[in-house]
């Protein structure tokens, strides 16, 4: 788990100058793989196995003659919700089309897709740090093969210098959502974080895993430039299957400036597909853009329309999960949290789980959330590990920081119980681990003062040093006072024991 507090990114004077005279316009299309165990129009596995190349694959998925599509039931109900979660109208009838194109990852040279009759239309999302971008539409429809380009000269194996290519047919045929967005992205950074927003709801719904180095979420950002204050649209520009969210903030802005330079020497900017050198940080022709026309849609004939009843959307709307927004807005109001801790703790849906069932034991939300994003997520980040492989439960966590409210154990003998507690090797209560190792703190204001003049007896220098007006020795003090009771006397405790003893010369 990683912090995903917002990156400004430092100030890029080519950007600002572009931005004074253009502006851009960005729309973006996902494509998120549908979490079903089957794929879109057959019984094959949709398991990644990168390992296993062509090993899910059957007649229908190949394309090969005779073989007959059948929709698959989850793949509807996933597009609905997922379509459902971004405020989109559902169509109450279902309808395929083929897109025919002819690329070698392509085995039946067209694409099952919806054309003129998407699932869902006319939605939003409303980004974490204010606005909104609308969605177009969402329409399912199949993944292609993935073209493993050999001997590139890039370390990710991309198009860019590769020899030859090799096809891996198991993605054939994977259930896919498509969702394309409204032009209303003005920046690389917003372009990145409705990106982010769209991964978090796909996760929060369990619509898709939206794993990026694995595939599952690819995003084709589209860009065009126009003078301040005019309605006019240019050619716009495709970047092609981004695969991180660094990768589309960089090339979005990339592509702005270049389109501004060209428009500056009187250039004209070419409707066409890029592709991104994260290397070189540039970005390549891959081909001429395609219109409509040319992938020459019509109804698919192997999959009857169909009705979609409205009491089954409404039951699956009923099923979705508290959206990132919806949590976002009952912390604030519920909790009081930061906006810091709340964008870091809705981020992962695990993580935020993790946190409600820990207030739900009787904890402080704000304490719940200082130990989480703290000493709990450093340790999650250094052994490489998920919220749910944590040995320590909620239960446990809220009795540790009840114990530190309750005066039982102060929060340094907290720190020093914490690995035993994440790494599982103690089995009971927390209180019976404080028993077991005689850490419980110690409150008894006599033997604090016996700890406190030990300390001041063996520091006659400091302690007239504090009395000529050097009061900033008081942590000092306080210091070696908790250092010789083992950091077991009560801090706060200590702290007016000890003022109270410097300040009295007698």
């Not at 895993?209 to 006019?232: F, H, P, Q, T, Y």
């Not at 077991?488 to 003022?499: F, S, Y």
Request: net charge neutral.
């Amino acid at each position: 788990m990683t912090s995903t507090k917002r990156k400004r990114g430092k100030s890029n004077k080519e950007m600002d100058k572009v931005l004074e005279k253009y502006e851009p316009v960005i729309g973006i299309e996902i494509h998120v793989q549908l979490l079903t165990n089957s794929k879109a129009y057959c019984s094959c596995k949709s398991l990644y196995a990168p390992n296993e190349p062509n090993s899910n694959v059957c007649p229908v998925c190949m394309g090969e003659p005779g073989a007959l599509p059948v929709p698959n039931r989850k793949v509807i109900e996933l597009a609905a919700k997922t379509a459902l979660a971004l405020n989109c109208k559902i169509s109450d009838s279902l309808k395929w089309d083929r897109k025919n194109y002819f690329y070698p990852d392509t085995p039946k040279n067209y694409q099952i897709t919806q054309y003129d009759n998407p699932i869902g239309s006319n939605g939003t999302v409303q980004l974490p740090f204010g606005g909104k971008v609308g969605i177009q539409r969402l329409h399912m429809e199949e993944d292609s093969a993935k073209m493993n380009h050999q001997n590139s000269e890039s370390s990710s194996g991309s198009l860019s210098g590769s020899l030859y290519s090799l096809i891996d047919f198991n993605r054939a045929g994977i259930p896919l959502a498509e969702i394309v967005s409204e032009p209303d992205i003005t920046s690389g950074l917003s372009a990145a974080e409705y990106g982010k927003e769209l991964q978090r709801i796909l996760r929060y719904i369990g619509a898709s895993d939206g794993n990026m180095a694995e595939g599952s979420m690819r995003l084709d950002v589209n860009v065009s430039i126009r003078e301040k204050g005019s309605n006019e649209l240019r050619n716009k520009v495709e970047l092609k299957n981004l695969n991180s969210f660094r990768a589309v903030q960089e090339s979005t802005d990339h592509e702005i400036i270049r389109q501004a330079k060209l428009y500056e020497e009187g250039q004209r900017v070419r409707q066409e597909t890029r592709l991104w050198d994260d290397k070189a940080k540039v970005s390549k022709i891959m081909r001429v853009k395609e219109g409509e026309s040319d992938y020459r849609y019509f109804p698919e004939p192997d999959i009857p329309a169909m009705k979609l009843p409205k009491e089954v959307v409404k039951k699956w709307k009923s099923e979705l999960s508290e959206l990132p927004s919806e949590k976002r807005s009952r912390y604030k109001a519920e909790f009081g949290l930061s906006d810091a801790d709340i964008e870091i703790l809705t981020d992962d849906k695990d993580l935020s789980s993790y946190f409600e069932s820990t207030v739900e034991f009787g904890s402080d939300p704000k304490e719940v959330s200082k130990w989480l994003l703290g000493d709990v997520s450093g340790y999650i980040n250094s052994n490489r590990i998920q919220v749910k492989d944590l040995r320590l439960t909620p239960e446990r966590l809220s009795e540790l920081i009840v114990l530190i409210k309750s005066k039982k154990i102060s929060g340094k003998i907290a720190k020093e119980l914490l690995p035993e507690l994440l790494n599982g090797s103690f089995d009971g209560t927390v209180a019976e681990l404080v028993r077991e190792k005689g850490m419980e703190l110690i409150t008894d204001e006599k033997v604090i003062e016996t700890f406190a003049r030990e300390v001041i007896g063996k520091n006659s220098n400091k302690v007239s040093e504090y009395r000529s007006g050097k009061t900033k020795l008081l942590g000092f003090f306080a210091g070696q006072t908790l250092a010789v009771s083992n950091n077991r006397a009560d801090p706060e405790a200590v702290q007016k024991i000890v003022k109270l003893l410097l300040d009295n010369e007698n």
